[in-house]
């Protein structure tokens, strides 16, 4: 575990510095040891506390304790936010605290699995036959790319042990905001779902039962799930997305902004995954680093290692 007294950034007195160090080594011992971050179970019983429309739903904390969260918009942030989130904090999240704020690890809801709030964006304004119009047009460029002939290559080579019915997405993004620099990746993205289900089709890896497709993403508005119906993929609601896993999933999730590999690991070990590029073990590490810009604006970034703690 790296020296906390070492590199946080602001003024802190040793009482608290040992408290925060203290919470961390447990949370270490306790993953350490095996304690799964995100069991499928605890996932499976928020989900349904969510269905019931509860006002508030309760999740125990990495020690098991039960811990009360509203669903609906507290005060004290109701400027700001207008909708709840579920948080997912990876193993790094919890044990290599921000430099500016490592306090918060003494907090209550500095747990595995939490609610968080937020605004959701503006509608795009855009028209579904607009989205649909730009989604073919980026299917054509992700089909005559390399990227897909490779991916092509590698899922009608790679050797199959075992059937793969459904392919499982998260975090692919929003479809509707055209003008935004994420577009090209998002509708690349969710073209890559037919590809990957046609190519599994075609080799009989399904079983001859089809490829059924699902996707989750909170950012989903209602032109997004419009399009997904009409390309023939099923939006899920979280955490009903990493309920669905199961043996004979592919995984499909590239740069998502929760730990989507963790949970699944936690969830259930699937068929298959599909992810962004992995660092190599050795230029890995767990750290912070400061980096200034020429206006003297500060970023802290952090370095995570595949290889945990």
Known sequence: ????????????????????????????????????LFPRELLADLNTQIEQDA???????????????????????ADFANTYRINYR???DLCYPTPVCPEIVLRSDHCPVSIGYTRTSPASGATIDEVHKTFL???????DSETCQDLVHHLSTMPISTPIKKIVCFGLGTMGHLGFFHCT???MQHAAIETIAAVLAARGADGGTGVACYAQDPAYDAVDLEL?????????????????????????????????????????WPAAMIWNTVTPP????????????????????????????
């Open 282 to 309: 050795e230029t890995d590490c767990n750290q912070w680093a400061k980096q200034v810009a020429k206006n003297g604006d500060e970023t802290w970034i952090r370095y995570v290692a595949s290889k945990l703690l």
């Open 55 to 77: 006002h508030a739903v309760q999740i125990n904390d990495f020690d098991d304790i039960p811990r009360k969260y509203s669903l609906k918009v507290p005060g004290w942030c």
């Open 228 to 268: 997904l119906a009409r390309i023939g993929v099923t939006p899920l609601d979280d955490p009903k997305g990493f309920l669905e896993i199961d043996e004979h999933t592919l995984v499909f999730s590239v740069s998502p902004n929760v730990p989507v590999k963790q949970i699944v690991v936690d969830v259930q």
């Open 90 to 92: 990876s193993i790094h």
């Open 137 to 143: 047009q980026k299917r054509r460029q992700w089909v």
């Open 1 to 36: 575990m790296t020296d906390l007294a070492s590199y946080i950034d602001v003024p802190l007195d040793s009482e608290t510095i040992t408290q925060i160090q203290t919470k961390i080594l447990h949370l270490t011992g306790l993953y350490k040891a095996g304690k799964r």
């Open 185 to 187: 990746r998002a509708h």
